[in-house]
């Protein structure tokens, strides 16, 4: 058995609206993301921190924003397929852990039911998921409440 490592990154920018999804939560807030699919950054790092860490590319080459049966599509489906990929190669997950770089909304309301529904995406237990916040001190565009940005990394364990 080996252990392969991955990481992620994914940013969006605000747009209108009055919530938006984190973690597979619909969150309130005074905007809402500009993306093709729900624009869920926690969901789309994580994706590319499972893909990279099983040497399987990026979101954009599995799930591209050219491709019209992506929008609007919830990202916990993004998770599942990959899941999937994963199984097939026998990795299994270890753990994630995911960053939300955010000037707001502020999640601690919604961390419990974010890590839930994380867990049950992957389907692990949810000791196997941590999410945490921070902001950028007012610094860049996160800083400036343009957007939204989240890192993910995730250790999972194989054959391979």
Known sequence: MSMRVGCGFDVHPFGPGDSLVLGGVR???SRGIIAHSDGDVLM????DALL?????GDIGQHFPDSDPQWRGVESKRFVAQTCQMLERRHFKLINADLTL???SPKIAAWRDQMRYTIAAAL????ACVNIKATTTEHLGFVGRNEGLAAMAVVLLEGDA
């Open 52 to 56: 990279g860490a099983a040497g399987l």
């Open 44 to 47: 789309h790092a994580l994706v």
């Open 101 to 103: 770089l955010a000037q």
């Open 27 to 29: 969150v309130p807030h």
């Open 123 to 126: 389907q692990v237990s949810e």
